[in-house]
């Protein structure tokens, strides 16, 4: 198809937000009755063709309800008059982790293709900004085009820009100038008006592409009448504009085409010129409303891609159990399902975000399930009548009557691990019976687990007493306690009758000692100690020591000072301390907008948190912490003033000016509970923050003094960093209609880098910086889903609905780490050089290793071989290059290949060397679809294959392992 300036190119869709302002079986069902409406259309000739979203699950969520659709819909598609695809859903791309929109996009061509093929369209018309790592991920599937909306930035001159990924991808990206939301073929048609708004396009430089429908909207069924109405009225006035209604993946196909275009580098989140783009807001502020939901994404993310993905990918290489891939996609669909932007953004209805939680809670049920048939399947030293049961609400917590001898610990990540992990065990209660006779025997076993008697305790000397407390106790070197107590559990295997008993159930943290990459290995439980090695219970690092207000590891030492101020010294292993004044504090201020943006009121005062109390935690020697108390007294809500302060309206339903708010004079009081932590070995200082949220219509923020100003940071991204200047002055307020104001929160993935320090979060993605001090927002607050106007919007953003639910009243619960940069390792002061270490701390951040009680191998014990490694395995895969990381590890569909998703995080070339265990019989690299782009060369080296690659700046590429 040839463009040209004459030609207006129309294509007919529906936006369909899943859930939003209702519920989502409430817009299913209406769904239903719009794929009806298209398809009788369709087939009648009414339409000549249709884009159904770029979703597969709208497909999918129809034919669930009516499966005679299916046959209809796939007769469509196959005949080119549907389009759907080529995403599972539309997912806010902020917010959601870099293999979720990898496994978005596979999972989407995929439930496509049972339809019909998907449309190869890089179709995201209402994203509240583009990720800058979009281009790429979309050349991995062999898309080449991209439509966008938000964020694009000014003075273009020209509809179609050339966008690219920091990697060099790039694609030619179709700017919707007036948004996707046009209905002006919809209802009555006045053809008149509709001549001069279609003239808005026939403006433009460059293609023109004409929307037709908006969100949850059927066909206009004179549709067709109506286009030649108004060819004849522009006819009339002289124009020469050729119409063409055509499917929006034939438009895609000619875009692609164009060269010399303008070039726009990095992410779309430019929103100075949203007035003259259809109001094209950012809405910035849904990057942490209902925090609860990111939190609880990140952890699903986490688990599945970073534990459970590489778990069973080890497990299925040693023979113990074939990888689960249907399973395990189910698992991908139940978190995707939670990723639409008007869902993990937290901007619907109650409702939306109650029914997410259940979504979470299935998803974690699937994930139980998994990972308990994998630890059935490692487990060892199980008699022929025994069976390897696990608690059904405590997962990996094993039947203590199986009498585990060992412990098996999974390092799931690239780097060695010498670190403390958290870890649960259980020991069964004897009847009040059998406790009198073994009390009475002169040959009294002790039944305590043989960690416990490794440390000199007896029966008799049990530590559950010590445990009911808040502090920890310390049995060895190795292993530290932090609770016991007494309750029922019943204990599950697949197929077999449930159990239930009583037992003593242990939480503490076990030492791992230079565990390998990607590699399992058991130690002995009755003498953990030196990694498992079973020699004196002795660790190389420093322990955890705690003093009356402080804590320290050998590498760093964090104090409260009698200030209340959180100061950090870094010891390097040459040269003197470095003092970090971090302060670390909370910071409160009125919060007048909605769930879409933070809205400031007039002359507020922030209210800033005093310490209250200074206690010490857990003990060490692996982990020792102190509990400081905060407290702040928060106005109890906004209030909107009095009916004489009534404002006049631009437009019936957009004021003029926003709505004046004031805090209300009732305060609450609230106490906000930091845990501060060190673990042994580790370079990094771990927060966990605790409150009951009281109040309403607020931001609360913890910040971070960096003793210099704040000119830059550098901020995860997907697949590479953002780095941003913060040298911009505020917008005065409020902003004119139709305008936003200037964005000064800013978000990331699971770190952002400031003045050589790094910033780790869970689940929180919005941080701010403020002169000498960098913030991250732990809890906005809000009462409504849209305002009509925000002094920092000029406009609506949805619809004026009471969200009580948006307050998040009741218990928050955030996690947030510090690490100092350049001081434990040769990092450097330019950017690349920390970067290295910023990914291998934000893994270490995290924790990647999975441990559990087994019992010994009894082929080799009963061959006289050590059962401390009996179960070990070599390390899967080695790296050389500490610039080159591991995103994610599976297997593809067929079970016979091991996929590594392998990124460089700098900008300069990498060479890589890497060997894998012999099991390997070829490999190759390839794109994200699979496609083969070149094969390795394997060469034989000691039991092992080495090969050599090289990768470009920030490239991302996969590295398929055929077994």
């Not at 023979?319 to 689960?324: E, I, M, T």
């Not at 964005?743 to 941080?767: H, T």
């Not at 000498?772 to 927002?777: A, E, G, H």
């Amino acid at each position: 198809m040839a463009q040209t300036d004459k030609e207006l190119n129309f294509y007919l869709h529906t936006h369909w937000d899943r859930e939003w302002y209702l519920p989502f079986e409430t817009f299913r069902t209406q769904l239903v009755t719009v794929v009806r409406s298209v398809l009788d259309l369709i087939e009648s000739g009414a339409i000549p063709n249709f884009l159904l979203d770029g979703q597969s699950l709208a497909l999918e969520d129809a034919a669930e309800i009516d499966p005679t659709l299916k046959a209809r819909l796939a007769k469509q598609m196959e005949g080119g008059k549907l389009g759907a695809g080529p995403w599972m859903v539309l997912a806010d791309q902020m917010l959601v982790g870099g293999e979720s929109l990898i496994r978005n996009l596979k999972i989407g061509m995929s439930a496509c293709e049972q339809f019909g093929p998907p449309v190869r369209v890089g179709y995201c018309p209402d994203t509240f900004g583009h990720s800058q790592d979009l281009p790429r991920i979309l050349n991995g599937f062999g898309i080449k085009n991209a439509f966008v909306w938000r964020g694009v930035p000014g003075g273009l001159n020209n509809t179609v820009f050339e966008w690219q990924s920091p990697d060099g991808s790039h694609v030619n990206a179709y700017h919707l100038c007036f948004g996707y939301y046009q209905t002006m073929f919809h209802g009555e048609v006045d053809v008149a008006k509709l001549a001069e708004r279609l003239e808005l396009w026939a403006n433009l430089e460059g293609p023109k592409l004409v929307p037709v429908g908006g969100d949850h909207l059927l066909p206009p069924a004179g549709f067709s009448k109506a286009i030649k109405d108004v060819e004849k009225q522009l006819s009339k006035r002289g124009s020469k504009l050729n119409f063409l209604t055509l499917p929006l993946s034939e438009f895609a196909a000619s875009i692609e085409k164009f060269t010399d275009l303008p070039k726009v580098k990095g992410e779309l989140r430019d929103n100075a010129f949203a007035s003259q783009f259809e109001r094209a807001y950012m809405l910035q502020g849904v990057l942490s409303s209902r925090l609860y939901l990111k939190r609880a994404n990140r952890i699903q993310e986490h688990r599945l891609a970073s534990i459970i993905e590489p778990l069973l990918t080890l497990i299925s290489l040693r023979g113990s159990l074939p990888y689960p891939n249907w399973e395990l996609e189910h698992a991908w669909k139940l978190l995707i399902a939670n990723h639409p932007h008007d869902s993990i953004c937290g901007c619907s209805v109650d409702q939306v975000h109650d029914e997410m939680v259940i979504r979470t809670n299935r998803f974690h049920q699937a994930l139980d399930a998994v990972e308990k048939q994998a630890a059935q399947a490692v487990y060892k030293g199980v008699g022929k009548n025994e069976i390897a049961r696990f608690s059904r609400a405590l997962n990996m917590v094993a039947d203590p009557k199986l009498s585990p001898t060992h412990l098996l610990a999974c390092n799931l990540s690239q780097d060695e691990v010498s670190a403390p992990v958290r870890f649960q065990w259980a020991e069964e209660m004897l009847s009040p019976q059998t406790e009198k006779a073994e009390a009475a025997s002169a040959s009294m076993q002790i039944r305590s687990s043989p960690a416990l008697a490794v440390a000199g305790l007896t029966a008799a000397k049990d530590p559950g007493p010590l445990m009911l407390g808040k502090n920890s106790v310390a049995l060895s070197e190795t292993l530290q306690i932090v609770s016991m107590r007494e309750e029922s559990q019943v204990f599950t295997a697949v197929g077999e009758e449930p159990v239930e008993k009583r037992i003593k159930l242990y939480d503490g943290w076990v030492w791992i000692d230079k565990l390998p990459p990607f590699s399992m290995r058991t130690s002995d439980w009755g003498a953990i100690g030196d990694g498992g090695n079973g020699k004196s219970g002795k660790t190389n690092s420093s322990p955890v020591i705690l003093e009356p207000r402080g804590v320290s590891n050998g590498l760093l030492r964090l104090e409260i000072t009698d200030a209340g101020s959180l100061v950090v010294e870094a010891t390097p292993p040459t040269g003197s301390p470095i003092r970090y004044e971090l302060g670390h504090s909370f910071r409160d201020v009125a919060d007048a907008g909605d769930t879409y943006n933070h809205d400031p009121i007039v002359a507020d005062v922030p209210v800033i948190s005093r310490v209250l109390t200074v206690s010490q935690r857990q003990r060490g020697p692996l982990v020792g912490s102190l509990s400081v108390t905060y407290e702040l007294e928060i106005p109890l809500r906004v209030i909107e003033m009095e009916s004489e302060d009534a404002i006049p309206f631009e437009k019936p339903g957009v004021p003029e000016r926003a709505v004046k708010y004031v805090r209300s004079v009732e305060l609450v009081k609230h106490e906000v509970t930091t845990e501060i932590l060190l673990k042994k070995g580790i370079p990094i200082v771990f927060f966990e923050t605790k409150w009951n949220n009281r109040a309403e219509d607020h931001r609360l923020e913890v910040v971070f003094s960096t003793s210099k100003k704040v000119e830059k940071t550098l901020s995860e991204n997907h697949f590479s960093v953002v780095k941003r200047k913060h040298t911009g002055a505020p917008d005065t307020l409020p902003v004119a209609a139709g305008h936003e104001a200037a964005l000064d929160r800013f978000p990331c993935q699971r770190f952002f880098l400031a003045e050589k320090q790094a910033f780790f979060n869970q689940g929180l993605p919005e941080y701010g910086t403020h002169d000498k001090s960098v913030s991250i927002t732990v809890l906005r607050a809000v009462s409504k889903l849209s305002r009509p106007r925000l002094r920092t919007r000029g406009g609506g953003a949805g619809p004026s609905l009471a969200t009580p639910g948006a307050n998040s009243l009741g218990e928050n619960i955030v996690n947030y780490g510090w690490a100092p940069l350049g001081v434990f390792s040769e990092t450097k002061a330019t950017d690349h050089d920390q970067l290295s270490e910023a990914y291998a701390l934000a893994d270490q951040y995290e924790g990647m290793t999975w441990l559990l009680l087994t019992g010994s191998d009894s082929d080799k014990a009963d061959a006289g071989e050590s059962n401390e490694s009996a179960d070990s395995t070599e390390p899967f895969l080695l790296l050389d290059n500490n610039a080159v990381r591991v995103r994610s590890m599976h297997m593809d569909q067929s079970g016979k290949s091991v996929l590594v998703r392998l990124l460089n995080v700098t900008n300069e070339s990498q060479a890589l060397n890497f060997s894998v265990v012999a099991s390997v019989k070829a490999g190759s690299l390839t794109q994200l679809d699979g496609t083969v782009v070149s094969q390795l060369e394997f060469v034989d080296a000691s039991e092992r294959k080495e090969a050599k690659i090289s990768l470009s700046q920030n490239e991302l590429t996969t590295l398929k392992l055929d077994l």
